[in-house]
Nanobody, 124 residues
Framework: QVQLVESGGGLVQAGGSLRLSCVTS????????MAWFRQAPGKEREFVAV???????????NYLNAVKGRFTISRDNAKNTVYLQMNSLKPEDTAVYYC??????????????WGQGTQVTVAS
């Protein structure tokens, strides 16, 4: 059974930082692209960042424009874990953050497995 479990969310002041973690089990982690999405109240879920699996050309990442330069996605294949380091947080980053696994590292790709989400609240 595939499980993705997020942690690291919380309440932070604007300008602060948080690091989200997503521990996976039940899948061959190194073979999957891993992504972070978020959903704010009353809004649709949106893509935040994705990191590819390791290939002969290395690892690639992609980010929502609004978080470029502030957020960094990374992975540790030995720990089956993907991270999202979030710096210079803004109130508009407030949302439930979800991690997801997929085959293709694309903002619009299909992601088959999802975590339960972790709440991030940024106070102004």
């Amino acid at each position: 059974q595939v499980q993705l479990v997020e942690s690291g969310g919380g309440l932070v002041q604007a300008g602060g930082s948080l690091r989200l973690s997503c521990v996976t089990s039940g899948l061959t982690f190194r073979n999957y692209a891993m992504a972070w999405f978020r959903q704010a109240p009353g809004k649709e879920r949106e893509f935040v960042a994705v990191i590819s699996s390791i290939s002969w050309s290395g690892i690639s990442t992609n980010y929502l424009n609004a978080v470029k330069g502030r957020f960094t996605i990374s992975r540790d294949n030995a720990k089956n874990t993907v991270y999202l380091q979030m710096n210079s947080l803004k109130p508009e980053d407030t949302a439930v953050y979800y991690c997801a696994s997929g085959v293709v590292a694309s903002p619009s790709g299909q992601y088959d497995y999802w975590g339960q989400g972790t709440q991030v609240t940024v106070a102004s």
